[in-house]
C-alpha cells in the first residue's frame, strides 16, 4: 500500500518507525518525543529543521503541552494559530516537507499539522523588472503566502478566493489561484484548475515553467499571459476579472486571460492623467511596430527601393556605406547580434560591472566599428533607434518576442524588400487574430470590435467615466464603479 490510501496507526512507536522509512537519510528532520502535560499522554513532534521557526515551536508548542497544566476540554492546548488534523501518511509527509511540524499523540489515529514555517525570506523591496511610478514601492518576493498577503491587502473582499494546489512530484510546489468569486467567469477559473491539475512534472520552479504548461498555444512567440511582479497591478488585474497564479518560490504572479493590448498598459497609467496615459500607450504601440520592422525597412529600402529615397539624403547614405564591404543585411545582423549580447552580459553581469559594459559597448564600440568602416554610421543610429524603442515596451515577455519577430521580418526584407515586409505584417496580424487566451480572444477589442473596451486600450478615459469591466474578461459583474462625480449634478 503506498503512502496515498495508508492510514495512520495509533501506535506512537509504529508511527515513529514509519516516518524514519519515509524520511531515510534526512539529518535535518527532527524527532523529538515528549509528555503533553495537559493531558498526560506520550506524544511526539516531527519537524524539518531549516524549515521551522525554532522561537514558534518553542513558544507556541513545546511550552505550552510540556509546561501548562490540564484544561477543561480534555484535549491539549497550544498557542499556534494553524492546527490541522491529518489521518494519512501522504498528508503529513506533504506537510513536514513543507515545513509544517507534525504532533503524533499515543493511542489517536490523527496526527496534527502545527503551523511553525520559518524558512528564509527576503525582506520586500522595489520590483526590479518593473519599477513604480506613482504607485506603491513593493514586489512580490519568492514567499506564496507574503505574496498573497500583499494582494489581500488591495482587495479586502470575502469574494477574493484562493485555491491551492501542489504541482510537482518531488518539488511539491504549493500553486495558488486568486480571483474574484462573484465576478470572474467560471468557466475560467475552471479552465485554470483543469490545467494546473493536469501538470505532472518533477517541480516546477517560477511562473515562466507554469505558464509553458498552462498557455493555449506555447509554441506562439507572443506570451499569453501576463507576468507581474507588482501587488497593485495583479490587484488591478483581479478587479477587472482576471485569475492571478501565485507560485510559491517565485518573486513574480501571472494573470490570465491576457489580450495583445493589455501588454501595453501599466497599472501607473491610472495614477496619471488621462491624457498622459493616453499619450504614453499610443507612444508604446508606435515603438512596438519600430522595434519590430525598423532595421527591415532600412535593408529594404538601401537593397531594393533606394530610389524612393530624396538625393540628398541617398548621396549621404551613399557616401556612409562607401567603406562598409558588408550587404545591409549583414550590417544589420552584426549589430543586432552585438546588441542582444551587450543587453545578455549586461543582465548576467552585477550591476555596476552591467553598465559599465553598455557604456562600452554602445559608445566605445560602436564608435570603433565605424571609424575601422565595417558598419555604417546609419545603421549604428537605426539599430540605436530600435532598441530604444524596444525599451519601451513595459512587458518584458513581450519585449522578448519583439526582438525575435525584428529578426524575421529583417530576413524577409533581404529577400523580398517591401514585398516581404508586407506579408510578415499580414501574417503577424493573422496570427494575432488566431491566437487565444484561456478562451479570451487574444486581438480583442480590435477583432472581434468591442466598442465599450476602446475607453480603456490605446486610449484612457477618466476614470470616473469607466463604470464597467473589460467586455473581454466576460465577467459576471459588468459594472465596477457607481456614479463617483454625482456631487457635481447635485450643486
Same mark, same amino acid.
Given at each position: 500500500?503506498?503512502?496515498?490510501?495508508?492510514?495512520?496507526?495509533?501506535?506512537?512507536?509504529?508511527?515513529?518507525?514509519?516516518?524514519?522509512?519515509?524520511?531515510?537519510?534526512?539529518?535535518?528532520?527532527?524527532?523529538?518525543?515528549?509528555?503533553?502535560?495537559?493531558?498526560?499522554?506520550?506524544?511526539?513532534?516531527?519537524?524539518?529543521?531549516?524549515?521551522?521557526?525554532?522561537?514558534?515551536?518553542?513558544?507556541?508548542?513545546?511550552?505550552?503541552?510540556?509546561?501548562?497544566?490540564?484544561?477543561?476540554?480534555?484535549?491539549?492546548?497550544?498557542?499556534?494559530?494553524?492546527?490541522?488534523?491529518?489521518?494519512?501518511?501522504?498528508?503529513?509527509?506533504?506537510?513536514?516537507?513543507?515545513?509544517?511540524?507534525?504532533?503524533?499523540?499515543?493511542?489517536?489515529?490523527?496526527?496534527?499539522?502545527?503551523?511553525?514555517?520559518?524558512?528564509?525570506?527576503?525582506?520586500?523591496?522595489?520590483?526590479?523588472?518593473?519599477?513604480?511610478?506613482?504607485?506603491?514601492?513593493?514586489?512580490?518576493?519568492?514567499?506564496?503566502?507574503?505574496?498573497?498577503?500583499?494582494?489581500?491587502?488591495?482587495?479586502?473582499?470575502?469574494?477574493?478566493?484562493?485555491?491551492?494546489?501542489?504541482?510537482?512530484?518531488?518539488?511539491?510546489?504549493?500553486?495558488?489561484?486568486?480571483?474574484?468569486?462573484?465576478?470572474?467567469?467560471?468557466?475560467?477559473?475552471?479552465?485554470?484548475?483543469?490545467?494546473?491539475?493536469?501538470?505532472?512534472?518533477?517541480?516546477?520552479?517560477?511562473?515562466?515553467?507554469?505558464?509553458?504548461?498552462?498557455?493555449?498555444?506555447?509554441?506562439?512567440?507572443?506570451?499569453?499571459?501576463?507576468?507581474?511582479?507588482?501587488?497593485?497591478?495583479?490587484?488591478?488585474?483581479?478587479?477587472?476579472?482576471?485569475?492571478?497564479?501565485?507560485?510559491?518560490?517565485?518573486?513574480?504572479?501571472?494573470?490570465?486571460?491576457?489580450?495583445?493590448?493589455?501588454?501595453?498598459?501599466?497599472?501607473?497609467?491610472?495614477?496619471?492623467?488621462?491624457?498622459?496615459?493616453?499619450?504614453?500607450?499610443?507612444?508604446?504601440?508606435?515603438?512596438?511596430?519600430?522595434?519590430?520592422?525598423?532595421?527591415?525597412?532600412?535593408?529594404?529600402?538601401?537593397?531594393?527601393?533606394?530610389?524612393?529615397? !530624396?538625393?540628398?539624403?541617398?548621396? &549621404?547614405? #551613399?557616401?556612409?556605406? @562607401?567603406? $562598409?564591404?558588408?550587404?545591409?543585411? %549583414? =550590417? /544589420?545582423?552584426?549589430?543586432?547580434?552585438?546588441?542582444?549580447?551587450?543587453?545578455?552580459?549586461?543582465?548576467?553581469? !552585477?550591476?555596476?560591472?552591467?553598465? &559599465?559594459? #553598455?557604456?562600452?559597448? @554602445?559608445? $566605445?564600440?560602436?564608435?570603433?566599428? %565605424? =571609424? /575601422?568602416?565595417?558598419?555604417?554610421?546609419?545603421?549604428?543610429?537605426?539599430?540605436?533607434?530600435?532598441?530604444?524603442?524596444?525599451?519601451?515596451?513595459?512587458?518584458?515577455?513581450?519585449?522578448?518576442?519583439?526582438?525575435?519577430?525584428?529578426?524575421?521580418?529583417?530576413?524577409?526584407?533581404?529577400?523580398?524588400?517591401?514585398?516581404?515586409?508586407?506579408?510578415?505584417?499580414?501574417?503577424?496580424?493573422?496570427?494575432?487574430?488566431?491566437?487565444?487566451?484561456?478562451?479570451?480572444?487574444?486581438?480583442?477589442?480590435?477583432?472581434?470590435?468591442?466598442?465599450?473596451?476602446?475607453?480603456?486600450?490605446?486610449?484612457?478615459?477618466?476614470?470616473?467615466?469607466?463604470?464597467?469591466?473589460?467586455?473581454?474578461?466576460?465577467?459576471?459583474?459588468?459594472?465596477?464603479?457607481?456614479?463617483?462625480?454625482?456631487?457635481?449634478?447635485?450643486?
Amino acid at each position: 500500500m503506498n503512502t496515498k490510501e495508508e492510514n495512520i496507526t495509533k501506535s506512537l512507536n509504529e508511527s515513529l518507525g514509519r516516518i524514519e522509512e519515509i524520511f531515510t537519510n534526512t539529518p535535518d528532520l527532527i524527532i523529538r518525543k515528549l509528555s503533553i502535560k495537559q493531558t498526560g499522554e506520550l506524544a511526539a513532534i516531527i519537524y524539518m529543521e531549516e524549515l521551522t521557526d525554532k522561537a514558534s515551536l518553542n513558544q507556541n508548542v513545546l511550552a505550552p503541552l510540556q509546561l501548562e497544566t490540564g484544561n477543561s476540554s480534555g484535549d491539549f492546548i497550544t498557542t499556534v494559530g494553524y492546527v490541522k488534523p491529518h489521518a494519512k501518511w501522504e498528508e503529513l509527509r506533504l506537510s513536514i516537507i513543507l515545513g509544517y511540524s507534525v504532533l503524533f499523540i499515543e493511542g489517536r489515529s490523527t496526527a496534527y499539522a502545527l503551523d511553525t514555517k520559518g524558512f528564509p525570506q527576503r525582506a520586500i523591496e522595489d520590483p526590479q523588472q518593473e519599477p513604480s511610478l506613482k504607485g506603491a514601492h513593493q514586489g512580490f518576493i519568492e514567499t506564496g503566502s507574503q505574496n498573497i498577503a500583499m494582494i489581500r491587502r488591495y482587495i479586502a473582499d470575502k469574494e477574493l478566493k484562493v485555491k491551492r494546489y501542489i504541482v510537482g512530484q518531488r518539488g511539491q510546489t504549493p500553486v495558488s489561484l486568486l480571483y474574484l468569486e462573484d465576478v470572474t467567469q467560471p468557466d475560467i477559473i475552471k479552465a485554470l484548475e483543469e490545467r494546473i491539475q493536469s501538470i505532472d512534472v518533477d517541480a516546477i520552479i517560477n511562473t515562466g515553467e507554469l505558464a509553458e504548461f498552462i498557455e493555449d498555444q506555447p509554441l506562439a512567440l507572443l506570451p499569453q499571459m501576463i507576468t507581474t511582479e507588482r501587488p497593485d497591478t495583479a490587484a488591478s488585474q483581479i478587479l477587472q476579472g482576471r485569475c492571478v497564479v501565485v507560485v510559491d518560490g517565485s518573486p513574480s504572479v501571472l494573470v490570465a486571460p491576457a489580450t495583445f493590448m493589455s501588454f501595453f498598459q501599466t497599472v501607473d497609467d491610472y495614477s496619471s492623467r488621462w491624457s498622459i496615459s493616453s499619450f504614453l500607450r499610443i507612444l508604446r504601440i508606435f515603438a512596438f511596430f519600430i522595434a519590430i520592422f525598423l532595421p527591415g525597412i532600412f535593408i529594404a529600402v538601401i537593397s531594393f527601393h533606394f530610389e524612393i529615397i !530624396p538625393l540628398k539624403l541617398l548621396l &549621404t547614405l #551613399g557616401e556612409s556605406r @562607401g567603406q $562598409v564591404p558588408f550587404p545591409p543585411f %549583414v =550590417e /544589420a545582423i552584426i549589430m543586432e547580434i552585438t546588441l542582444e549580447m551587450l543587453r545578455e552580459a549586461g543582465v548576467r553581469l !552585477p550591476a555596476p560591472v552591467g553598465q &559599465t559594459v #553598455g557604456i562600452v559597448g @554602445g559608445i $566605445v564600440i560602436g564608435q570603433a566599428v %565605424v =571609424e /575601422a568602416g565595417l558598419i555604417s554610421n546609419v545603421m549604428v543610429i537605426v539599430v540605436a533607434f530600435t532598441a530604444i524603442s524596444s525599451f519601451i515596451i513595459p512587458n518584458q515577455d513581450m519585449m522578448a518576442a519583439v526582438r525575435i519577430m525584428r529578426f524575421m521580418m529583417m530576413i524577409l526584407a533581404t529577400w523580398f524588400g517591401f514585398v516581404g515586409l508586407v506579408v510578415g505584417m499580414m501574417s503577424f496580424i493573422g496570427r494575432l487574430i488566431t491566437l487565444n487566451s484561456l478562451g479570451t480572444s487574444y486581438s480583442t477589442p480590435i477583432a472581434p470590435f468591442r466598442a465599450m473596451d476602446w475607453k480603456d486600450t490605446l486610449l484612457r478615459v477618466p476614470l470616473w467615466m469607466m463604470n464597467n469591466r473589460p467586455a473581454s474578461t466576460n465577467s459576471r459583474q459588468s459594472k465596477r464603479q457607481g456614479k463617483s462625480r454625482g456631487w457635481k449634478e447635485n450643486k
